[in-house]
């Protein structure tokens, strides 16, 4: 029995295959360029896109559990409409869908109204999945690290909500747990979803706190201009994701993303440890 991974080289796919590759599954990686797939032994690669029908006609074959990630992309929709499409063709009866916390809320922000589209066409087919909600990636940070070294302030409009930010390796390591439960499963297990969630809730200035405590020198919360946001944006990446993340930031703003009361307790169980806190993310890049 066969686990395909879509979006297997992008950081929660990649997390995703290492997790089941260690749980001693057998792994099949979706790849648009099989160059850039260094995937531990044992990982088979297949070439295609999910919205290359022939070459996800081929992928499916012989799957008996699916890993659905998509990308921010134009067409993301489409594409997850016509991956779970296929996948309902070809018999595949355990699929983990990667969703967003909120999608239901934030209804203007495309790529929630999307998932929250894919979410509703599983359903509505009755299909076996589970779907995994995650909040705001944490790893995120990242790209901003040298703003924050830089120039002393925190530029994520975040706003005083509060973010359950979460570690993408956790969200890995929840989604091939998951994977694992249902292909393992001796009848296809019905629909279910939850939110994937980290340990602390954070807002603007308590990220700003973190960042102040682990570098020893003041951090600033830099505000809630999303219009400027937006713009900055642009120089790194297309009009219209720009306009996404800015429309994403003012939900933020209004709405957070809190997490549901015993969230945080059941994925401790789950992974039998504590989640990956915001504060030990910001320690180890800042080192």
Do not use: C
Request: aromatic residues 6%; glycine residues 8%; hydrophobic residues 45%.
């Amino acid at each position: 029995m066969t686990i395909l991974v879509t979006g297997a080289t992008g950081n929660i796919g990649r997390n995703v295959v290492e997790q089941l590759v260690n749980r001693g599954a057998d792994v099949r990686a979706l790849v648009r360029n099989p160059a850039k797939a260094a995937f531990p032994a044992g990982v088979t690669v297949v070439q295609g896109d999910l919205l290359d029908v022939d070459a996800l006609r081929s992928a499916f074959s012989g799957v008996s559990t699916l890993f659905l990630l998509n990308a921010v992309v134009p067409d993301e929709y489409t594409q997850a409409l016509v991956a779970l499409a296929l996948a309902r063709e070809a018999g595949i009866e355990r699929i983990v869908y990667l969703s967003v916390i909120h999608s239901e809320v934030y209804v203007n922000v495309p790529h929630f109204a999307g998932k929250f589209g894919v979410e509703r066409m599983i359903e509505q087919m009755g299909m076996n999945a589970t779907i995994l909600r995650p909040a705001y990636f944490m790893n995120n940070d990242i790209t901003i690290k040298d703003v924050v070294t830089g120039h002393g302030i925190y530029p994520m409009p975040i706003g005083s909500k509060g973010l359950a930010m979460v570690d993408v390796r956790d969200v890995g390591e929840i989604a091939a747990l998951e994977l694992i439960r249902r292909e393992q499963s001796a009848t296809p297990l019905p629909l279910s979803r939850f939110n994937v969630v980290g340990p602390d809730t954070l807002t603007g200035t308590g990220v700003a706190a973190i960042w102040t405590e682990v570098l020893g020198r003041q951090i600033t919360y830099h505000g809630e201009d999303t219009a400027a946001f937006e713009q900055n944006l642009r120089q790194f990446m297309p009009s219209w994701m720009a306009l996404d993340m800015r429309l994403m930031a003012e939900r933020f703003i209004t709405d957070g993303m809190v997490p549901d009361a015993g969230d945080v307790d059941r994925l401790t169980t789950l992974l039998g440890r504590k989640l990956r806190s915001y504060r030990d993310f910001v320690a180890q890049i800042a080192a």
